[in-house]
């Protein structure tokens, strides 16, 4: 799916709009809404990677294209959100009262109901993403940029290192040796002496004697 199309979904989400399906509460449970969040993520996730937009149909210009997978992430994310979690978030959120309400003496609810239902409903939204990111290939490009990054810091900290260990002039000198523009002459104490030929030799040997 186009990804201009997952993020105009991820912003009707985040505005709180619901166009295909009646809102009756904002919130699931009173559970925490981080597993939601988490679950939201994993669904876009799974619909960027996801192709609903039949190829017989690829003839047609990218505005019909995008229109429609617009229509149809926005239908998803609600399908997913309000339908597929919020009937897992409030099963988990019922069980954990029940099993709260078991232990806790009392008609009111534990004080620990609303941290041990964001801890369960976390792990939940947390074992989602995880399933879909690696589903996705997303852990290896994950991997490949943070070790890409590491080496480009630990380079880039060993040459600050090495330069700070140098005096003040061969600080000006590899500053002077730097590799410069390509359209720009080297500066003179960066060039490189070519090897003398042995007719060179004898010519500036010459040279010597007869001064």
């Known amino acids: 799916m186009d990804g201009l199309a997952v993020m105009v979904a991820a912003f009707f989400q985040l505005l709180g709009g619901a166009f295909f399906f009646a809102q009756t509460t904002d919130r699931c449970s009173p559970a925490p809404t981080l597993g939601s969040w988490l679950f ?44 597929i979690w919020c009937g897992i978030e409030r099963f988990l959120f019922g069980l954990t009262n029940e099993l709260l309400g078991e232990s806790h003496c009392g008609c009111e609810r534990s004080p620990y109901l609303y941290w041990i239902s964001g801890l369960i409903t976390f792990s939940a939204g947390a074992a989602v993403l995880w399933y879909v990111l690696k589903a996705t290939d997303s852990t290896y490009y994950i991997q490949l940029f943070y070790c890409l990054l590491r080496t480009n810091v630990n380079n880039s900290i060993r040459m600050m290192r090495c330069f700070f260990k140098l005096s003040q002039k061969n600080r000006r000198r590899v500053a002077n040796c730097a590799p410069p523009d390509p359209r720009c002459p080297r500066p003179p104490s960066c060039r490189t002496a070519r090897p003398l030929s042995s007719r060179e030799y004898k010519q500036e040997s010459d040279s010597k004697c007869h001064r």
Do not use: K
């Open 40 to 83: 939201l993520l994993a669904t876009l996730r799974y619909l960027w990677d996801v192709s609903i937009y039949p190829q017989r149909f690829n003839h047609m210009g990218r505005g019909w294209q995008l229109m429609i997978e617009i229509v149809a992430a926005i239908f998803l994310v609600e399908l997913a959100t309000m339908f």
